[in-house]
Nanobody, 122 residues
Framework: QVRLVESGGGLVQSGGSLRLSCAAS????????MGWFRQAPGKEREFVARIVYSGGTTDYADSVKGRFTISRDNGRKTVYLQMNGLKPEDTAVYFC???????????????WGQGTQVTVSS
């Protein structure tokens, strides 16, 4: 069983930056793939970024590529999402997720955090 807790969300002006953290407890963090997803009101949950268990491979949605960076510290059992150049359309609840499959699809991820709100004002 893996428990995930996100932090770092907040209100920021357009063009600003935030760093989200997702702390894991339980399970073997270093052997599990991690992903960030987001969900805006009235929209489906969408893929943002993912990182393989070793940290050696990352993948980004086109909408965030070049602005967001995912990383992980297996010693601290934490995954990060550095978000730069934020836009109003980035406003959403951001979730981290853990799973054995290497996928952009939310459904196969076995564990989810409670989410953290990111609001970008114009």
């Amino acid at each position: 069983q893996v428990r995930l807790v996100e932090s770092g969300g907040g209100l920021v002006q357009s063009g600003g930056s935030l760093r989200l953290s997702c702390a894991a407890s339980g399970g073997i963090f270093s052997s599990i793939n991690m992903g960030w997803f987001r969900q805006a009101p009235g929209k489906e949950r969408e893929f943002v970024a993912r990182i393989v268990y070793s940290g050696g491979t990352t993948d980004y949605a086109d909408s965030v590529k070049g602005r967001f960076t995912i990383s992980r510290d297996n010693g601290r059992k934490t995954v990060y999402l550095q978000m730069n150049g934020l836009k109003p359309e980035d406003t959403a609840v951001y979730f981290c997720a853990a799973g054995q499959r290497w996928t952009r699809t939310p459904a196969p991820y076995e564990y989810w955090g409670q989410g953290t709100q990111v609001t970008v004002s114009s």
